[in-house]
T-cell receptor, first 113, second 117 residues
């Protein structure tokens, strides 16, 4: 069974630039999550999708972050414009249902200069 | 507001000995707890979990203990192996009680475990 795929693995941008991350969950997984993990901290949930609908985006900084999950499969997370404090690893996870085991992708390490 | 705390940033143990990783939580609504393990450049992987209706759950070398009155849980690894060297995250969620936080994981800061041969 293929795992959660994420790309790119690494990205370096300057502040005020835009960036997008892509996630392909495990086939058939209805629930998809985006997490932000700042160095020295645990992952923090940004947004949760159930199929192509948003379940929880209470911790997503909506003035600069956006996410979509068209057709209930792949998802993209965008930051526009980026700030220095956005430097982090962005993790995507997926599950069959909300309380099932979350399978994480390898993450995208973003550095904002 | 750190609802899940892992106060030890790192732990170093000898191969074959016991590793004990600790986690404290403040939100009394949490009723389901999980441990994740993370190797460098990989995403976290699920290790073991426990529901608040139990005080112990065991899976091979891994045992999780839950003390609800103290809002404390611990992960015991016996015997520790060099391959166990990783970052361990404690996470908590609301399961039995349902509600808007259902299934939403709150993670601690992580503890770096190093097992020396």
């Amino acid at each position: 069974e293929a795992g959660v795929a994420q790309s790119p693995r690494y990205k370096i941008i300057e502040k005020r630039q835009s960036v997008a991350f892509w996630c392909n969950p495990i086939s058939g997984h209805a629930t998809l999550y985006w997490y932000q993990q700042i160095l020295g901290q645990g992952p923090k949930l940004l947004i949760q999708f159930q199929n192509n609908g948003v379940v929880d985006d209470s911790q997503l900084p909506k003035d600069r972050f956006s996410a979509e999950r068209l057709k209930g499969v792949d998802s993209t997370l965008k930051i526009q414009p980026a700030k220095l404090e956005d430097s982090a690893v962005y993790l995507c996870a997926s599950t069959w249902g909300a309380l099932d085991e979350q399978f994480f992708g390898p993450g995208t390490r973003l550095t904002v200069l | 507001d750190q609802q899940v705390k892992q106060n030890s940033p790192s732990l170093s143990v000898q191969e074959g000995r016991i590793s004990i990783l600790n986690c404290d939580y403040t939100n009394s609504m949490f009723d389901y707890f999980l441990w994740y393990k993370k190797y460098p450049a990989e995403g976290p992987t699920f290790l073991i979990s426990i529901s608040s209706i139990k005080d112990k759950n065991e899976d091979g070398r891994f045992t999780v203990f839950l003390n609800k009155s103290a809002k404390h849980l611990s992960l015991h690894i016996v015997p520790s192996q060099p391959g166990d060297s990783a970052v361990y995250f404690c996470a908590a969620t609301v399961f039995l009680k349902g509600g808007t936080s259902y299934g939403k994981l709150t993670f601690g800061q992580g503890t770096i475990l190093t097992v020396h041969p």
